[in-house]
């Protein structure tokens, strides 16, 4: 037995480590998914998000479990892989939600390792889609920068810590990025940053000072159709050149040959879905050869909530086919080059109910999650003290609906309570999809953890 992902802290701290029984019959625990490998089985456990290579001999004991002398059968029983048989799986679901819900409850302010910067809530698109539609908009300032800098050295862990560049659009001020990041290095903080960004307002020289002095080491740009159709649904204001899908193409390519990471992200309705396939084709064709490039396509935000009731689970199956169709495209032609993360991750789901993140507005009001601008602030940069009670709104985890309880899924249903992006509707298409979706990731995760590498970021 190899373990290729670990159990978190916070799992074992609240399984333990499960009891053996004498004179007990044990079965597989309905939440383990096996995917065949080169080496055998890869077993991945949804309750506790540990994942086992076992060899053909190792899965034949955990699919019987006859033996219970064996060493394999008892260390399978002891991480939870098998139970016994009259286990009501889906309690211990919902019994380890409540548990890590009070944990939470007991709050003590972290050290951070990671902020999330908003230079300006205003952007230079006007994407018929974007959530942030009707929020305030707010640009920061130069003092407030500065102002930045002193709280992050006051806040920050030792060591590196990462910069996360979100907005709007970040780049729409971006001497604010300047400021802070020059100020960082003068001041010897080891730190690199991240971008959520259209990538249009780049010229030559700002990319320079991007890897130079914002140590840029990753970028997710949204594009969203070929070119004209990019131009249409990005409507940018007084865009001051012939083409911005082709001056986008251009900057891409431009930080890629810098060594910056770039994910591309394919945003998908039913209005571009027969379009972005050509897209695709034109972005391997063009990128493929660079290593630091990858690209998925995802669903629209609000095509996952409150639209998606909208949509007949006809639609929904084929729009769901067709965008797995894309994933697995890019994974094939890429070479499995998406970011390595958990899947199952009690320790934290995002940026929102994590206790090493933050997000400062321009302002200096603090948030924690961008999907809340406008509200639910934890605090300032200006004072020390912290909304503890809304840090653990953030952080409190929901269970499924009661008619899931008997899905094999259940695990891999619990989500952040407050998020405004989880699903609405789960369908036969919908698990149809996470079930490839679930194999994916298991071989993906196996043959990263086999090459020796311990995460991707890009």
């Not at 994933?327 to 090493?356: E, P, W």
């Not at 699903?423 to 071989?443: F, Q, V």
């Amino acid at each position: 037995m190899v373990i290729i992902d670990e159990q978190t802290q916070l799992i074992k701290d609240t399984l333990g480590i499960q009891k053996i029984k004498e004179n007990t019959v044990y079965r597989p625990l309905s939440y383990v998914r096996d995917v065949k490998a080169e080496e055998g089985r890869v077993l991945l456990n949804l309750l506790t998000g540990e994942m086992i290579l076992v060899d053909e001999e190792e899965f034949s004991l955990f699919s019987k479990t006859a033996d219970m002398e064996n060493d394999t059968v008892k260390e399978l029983i002891e991480k939870w892989f098998l139970v016994p048989e009259d286990t009501v799986d889906a309690n211990i679901s919902k019994q380890l939600v409540t548990v890590i819900n009070a944990i939470n409850n007991i709050y003590t302010a972290p050290k951070l390792t990671s902020f999330t910067i908003l230079p300006t809530t205003d952007c230079n698109a006007r994407c018929f889609y974007c959530y942030e539609l009707g929020c305030e908009k707010k640009t920061m300032t130069e003092q407030t920068a500065m102002d930045i800098v002193d709280y992050i050295i006051a806040k920050k862990q030792d060591g590196e810590i990462k910069l996360r560049w979100f907005g709007g659009e970040p780049l729409y001020n971006s001497k604010v990025i300047d400021i802070i990041c020059s100020e960082l290095n003068k001041r010897g903080v080891k730190f690199y940053s991240n971008m959520i960004s259209n990538a249009f307002l780049f010229d030559d020289e700002m990319m320079e000072r991007a890897v130079d002095v914002w140590h840029l080491n990753r970028i997710q740009i949204t594009i969203d159709g070929p070119e004209e159709q990019y131009n249409r649904i990005k409507a940018y204001i007084n865009p001051n050149c012939e083409s911005p899908f082709k001056k986008v193409i251009y900057n891409v390519e431009y930080l890629l040959k810098k060594n910056v990471n770039i994910a591309v992200r394919l945003n998908v309705d039913k209005h571009n879905v027969e379009q972005i396939f050509s897209l695709a084709d034109f972005l391997l064709e063009k990128f493929s050869k660079y290593p630091n490039f990858f690209a998925y396509p995802n669903r629209i935000f609000d095509d996952t909530c409150k639209n998606m009731l909208k949509k007949t689970e006809d639609e929904e199956a084929e729009l769901n086919d067709k965008i797995f169709e894309l994933k697995v495209k890019f994974q094939n032609l890429l070479n499995y080059r998406a970011k390595y993360s958990r899947l199952i991750r009690f320790k934290n789901h995002c940026m929102a109910d994590s206790d090493t993140s933050v997000m400062i507005l321009p302002d200096g009001k603090l948030g924690k999650c961008e999907h809340f601008t406008d509200s639910n602030y934890i605090g300032s940069i200006y004072e020390d003290k912290l909304d503890f009670k809304m840090l653990n709104w953030f952080k409190q985890m929901t269970s499924v609906k009661p008619e899931c309880d008997e899905c094999d899924l259940r695990p891999a249903c619990i989500y952040v309570k407050c998020c405004p992006a989880k699903r609405i509707r789960c369908n036969a298409s919908e698990k149809a999809i996470k079930e490839k979706n679930l194999e994916g990731y298991i071989l993906e995760t196996y043959k990263i953890r086999k090459s020796g590498k311990n995460e991707i970021e890009i």
